[in-house]
């Protein structure tokens, strides 16, 4: 189990070096009002004013939103900063790679398809284009 933790906690940084991962309450709410969020993800410690924000934002749209066995100051750690209690990636891929990596039973079976759907669509675009 260690090496997957470390493998998505690595995907985490990767995606925030690449831009496709945008952290704290502000940013994250911004992506979901815009509907751009493709996975969101809440610290297991999060405060409950967080995760009822987010999921009132995410409300009526296909968003996405995990709670991962993660506290904010690993999450933190993981992204460069003091402590992260809530996460979007504006990458589906990415998205669906670290759901991949998260230790056995965090994410449903109905969330890893859906992201695969997701992730074939976009496939299909580049490939059309």
């Known amino acids: ?51 009822r924000k987010v999921h009132s934002l995410a409300q009526d749209s296909r968003q996405r939103i995990l709670e991962i066995p993660y506290d904010k100051l690993t999450l933190g750690a993981a992204l460069g900063k003091q402590s992260v209690s809530v996460a979007a990636f504006a990458d589906v891929s990415m998205a669906l790679a670290f759901v991949k990596a998260l230790p056995a039973g965090t994410a449903s079976a109905e969330l890893l398809e859906d992201l695969e759907r997701r992730v074939a669509r976009v496939r299909a675009k580049r490939k059309k284009n």
Do not use: N, P, Y
């Open 1 to 51: 189990m260690e090496q997957t933790q470390d493998k998505a906690i690595g995907l985490l940084g990767l995606a925030r070096k690449a831009g496709k991962l945008q952290t704290g309450e502000e940013t994250v709410g911004s992506l979901l009002l815009q509907k751009r969020a493709r996975l969101t993800v809440l610290a297991s410690d999060a405060g409950s004013a967080v995760a």
